[in-house]
C-alpha cells in the first residue's frame, strides 16, 4: 500500500523566512509526485508534477525536487499570500489513483 | 474554461435522510474523481471514472455510498441514508488524458446532524 508522510504538519514563517517542506513516501513504482496548494474553503489547486529522482520544477517563490524516497516543496522570501496547506500525492504504476499526505499548513507573518 | 463546478457548496441534512451531491467536470475531460477530505483522514479517493465508467471503488466506504455518470457532462454521488460520520467536505476532480494532473472543484461542504 502506498504511503505519503508530509512533515511538518505545521510552519510558522516570517515574511522572508526561506524554508522546505517534506514529503516522505513509499510506493510501488512511482510514476509521478504531486503538489497541490490548498486555501481555506477551497479544493487543492495543482502546482507541480514530478517524474523523476533529480527532476526539479519551480514556480514563483516555490521549487519544488525529488528524490527516490522523498520531496521538498522549498519557499524561498515567502510572502503572506503563501500562506496555505500544501499537499502532495503519488501516482503509482498499478493505476490512475493518487495517494495524498496529510498536507503542511504553512503561515507566513508580515 | 469555468473549472470544475459542484453543487451544493453547503449541505445541512438529518440523519437518515439521502443526500446527493452533483459535479459537472471540465469539459473535454474523460476521467472524473470523488474524493473525501476530514481532519482526521486527510483526502481520501472515493470512486474514478473513466469515459464514464467506473473503474474503482474501493474507496467507497459502504453501501450507503454510490456514484453515478450517465455523460461526460455530470455525475452524483449519493448518501442514502445519511450518517452523523459522513460529516465532511467532498471533492470532485477531473483529469484529461493520461496525465494525471487533476483539477479539484470547490468542493460540498456535508454536515449530517
Known amino acids: 500500500e502506498d504511503q505519503v508522510t508530509q512533515s511538518p504538519e505545521a510552519l510558522r514563517l516570517q515574511e522572508g523566512e526561506s524554508s522546505s517542506l517534506n514529503c516522505s513516501y513509499t510506493?510501488?513504482?512511482?510514476?509521478?509526485l504531486f503538489w497541490y496548494r490548498q486555501d481555506p474553503g477551497k479544493g487543492p489547486e495543482f502546482l507541480f508534477t514530478?517524474?523523476?529522482a533529480g527532476e526539479e520544477k519551480e514556480k514563483e517563490r516555490l521549487k519544488a525536487t525529488l528524490t527516490k524516497k522523498e520531496s521538498f516543496l522549498h519557499i524561498t522570501a515567502p510572502k503572506p499570500e503563501d500562506s496555505a496547506t500544501y499537499l502532495c500525492a503519488v501516482w503509482n504504476n498499478a493505476g490512475n489513483m493518487l495517494t495524498f499526505g496529510g498536507g503542511t499548513r504553512l503561515m507566513v507573518k508580515p | 474554461d469555468a473549472g470544475v463546478i459542484q453543487s451544493p457548496r453547503h449541505e445541512v441534512t438529518e440523519m437518515g435522510q439521502e443526500v446527493t451531491l452533483r459535479c459537472k467536470p471540465i469539459s473535454g475531460h474523460n476521467s472524473l474523481f470523488w474524493y473525501r477530505q476530514t481532519m482526521m483522514r486527510g483526502l481520501e479517493l472515493l470512486i474514478y471514472f473513466n469515459n464514464n465508467v467506473p473503474i474503482d471503488d474501493s474507496g467507497m466506504p459502504e453501501d450507503r455510498f454510490s456514484a453515478k455518470m450517465p455523460n461526460a457532462s455530470f455525475s452524483t454521488l449519493k448518501i442514502q441514508p445519511s450518517e452523523p460520520r459522513d460529516s465532511a467536505v467532498y471533492f470532485c476532480a477531473s483529469r484529461m488524458g493520461q496525465i494525471n494532473e487533476q483539477f479539484f472543484g470547490p468542493g460540498t461542504r456535508l454536515t449530517v446532524l
Open positions: 514530478l517524474y523523476s
Open positions: 510506493v510501488s513504482g512511482l510514476r509521478g
